[in-house]
């Protein structure tokens, strides 16, 4: 067994890895994969996933063991797995033609509640599915058609890299919710015609140089005594 991080420690280790020659699908991955050189139509991002997943000693968390280069397949293998509040570790499939097939895969790195980060094989800034690299991708939630949590070994030890994620997502969220007390509602709207705030993530978290900054418009108006 594998825990997540690993995966992801894995993963990270080879983005910038590319085809060669371009637009080929000859790529390590493949090779491994295939136990032979390949060369045209071998798309290779689900390719990449199990890779990384055997690196790890972890195969059956992918396809039970078993091996799959096709996206929907990998899907529908996990549906039972399916999850929509995404973590780290966590397998995400993508559309990018407004269909609902899987037609390209990644391991989710973090997730806002708005945008995905993942670690994708045979990606690219020309092409989102077919690009020829692994490399790191932030992408909107409308691109995503599934998703599925392996049964990783839990890691008792959260790392700096987890927390700071955690907290991330977390500060992301919370700045997002709105006032939903009458007092709450009243206050933000006499600070925001004050000009002591926009108004904007007003339940996010405030810095000192942040409240040092708003406290003389706060006194101004009164706000402060």
């Known amino acids: 067994m594998a825990t997540a991080e690993k995966i992801l420690e894995i993963a990270r280790s080879q983005i910038g890895t590319r085809e060669s020659p371009a637009n080929s699908d000859n790529v390590k991955y493949n090779t491994v994969y295939y136990g032979r050189e390949v060369s045209g139509k071998y798309p290779w991002c689900a390719v990449f996933v199990w890779w990384v997943f055997r690196e790890a000693g972890a195969s059956d968390l992918y396809y039970g063991g078993d091996k799959t280069a096709y996206c929907p397949t990998l899907m529908s293998f996990h549906k039972k797995q399916a999850v929509t509040d995404y973590r780290p570790g966590d397998i995400a499939f993508f559309n990018f033609s407004g269909k609902s097939s899987a037609g ?24 989102e599915d077919n690009g020829g690299a ?31 994620a955690m907290m991330e997502n977390w500060m992301s969220r919370q700045a997002k919710k709105k006032p939903t007390q009458q007092w709450e509602i009243e206050g933000l709207e006499r600070v925001v015609k004050a000009g002591v705030t926009d108004g904007s993530r007003p339940m996010g978290l405030c810095t000192r140089l942040e409240a040092a ?13």
């Open 104 to 127: 390209h895969v990644g391991i989710c790195e973090s997730w806002d509640g708005t945008y995905i980060t993942t670690i994708d094989g045979n990606t690219g800034s020309a092409s």
């Open 213 to 225: 900054m708003m406290a003389p418009s706060a006194r101004n108006d009164g706000g402060c005594k």
């Open 134 to 164: 692994v490399l790191r991708r932030r992408r909107h939630k409308k691109f995503i058609v599934g998703a599925y949590r392996p049964e990783y070994q839990e890691d008792d030890d959260m790392t700096q890299d987890q927390f700071d």
